[in-house]
């Protein structure tokens, strides 16, 4: 079973974009998984700026439920830690990963899909990217690897 990190957005704007005359929607970042006909499973999610709950039914989509800011099948991330190992925590707090990062993690430990990774931290430098993930070998042993791809650039 696969699953994919992907970005959906909201109705809500941040106090900064609210006088631009076309507003800039807050975003943020979901994992979800697939079924076995390669559907998005559906699943609800809270956004972590103004807290409405989104019903995501496709990768990138999501659709608000009006009047919805709480509901017992939300899971935060207290509930995901706890199915993870503490040293995996630790470093995802030290990278301040966001809650989509720890459910990829969870999905990846739980179906042991090892050719998997997560990005732990990304910076522009010049016309590159660099970073770390945290890649896991064949037997399931996690290792954390600094990365560096470059950007091209095209000219018209």
């Given at each position: 079973?696969?699953?994919?990190?992907h970005?959906i957005?909201c109705h809500?704007?941040?106090?900064q974009y609210?006088s631009?005359?076309?507003p800039i929607?807050?975003?943020?970042?979901?994992?979800?998984?697939?079924?076995?006909?390669?559907?998005?499973?559906?699943k609800?999610?809270q956004c972590p700026?103004c807290g409405?709950?989104h019903?995501v039914?496709?990768?990138?989509?999501?659709?608000i439920?009006?009047?919805k800011d709480?509901?017992?099948?939300?899971?935060?991330?207290n509930?995901v830690?706890?199915?993870l190992?503490?040293k995996?925590?630790e470093?995802?707090?030290?990278?301040?990963c966001?809650?989509?990062?720890y459910?990829?993690?969870?999905?990846?430990?739980?179906n042991?899909l090892w050719?998997?990774?997560?990005v732990?931290?990304?910076k522009?430098?010049?016309d590159?990217r660099?970073?770390?993930?945290?890649r896991?070998?064949k037997?399931?042993?996690?290792r954390?690897?600094?990365y560096i791809t470059?950007?091209?650039?095209e000219?018209?």
């Amino acid at each position: 079973m696969s699953g994919t990190k992907h970005y959906i957005e909201c109705h809500c704007v941040l106090p900064q974009y609210r006088s631009v005359k076309k507003p800039i929607y807050f975003g943020f970042n979901v994992f979800s998984e697939y079924d076995h006909d390669e559907n998005i499973k559906l699943k609800y999610v809270q956004c972590p700026n103004c807290g409405v709950i989104h019903k995501v039914h496709n990768v990138c989509h999501s659709e608000i439920l009006s009047g919805k800011d709480e509901s017992a099948m939300i899971r935060d991330i207290n509930d995901v830690k706890l199915s993870l190992p503490e040293k995996y925590v630790e470093l995802f707090e030290t990278h301040q990963c966001e809650f989509a990062d720890y459910e990829k993690l969870e999905h990846i430990i739980n179906n042991k899909l090892w050719s998997e990774y997560i990005v732990l931290s990304m910076k522009q430098e010049d016309d590159s990217r660099v970073g770390k993930i945290m890649r896991f070998l064949k037997t399931g042993t996690p290792r954390v690897e600094p990365y560096i791809t470059k950007e091209l650039i095209e000219y018209a």
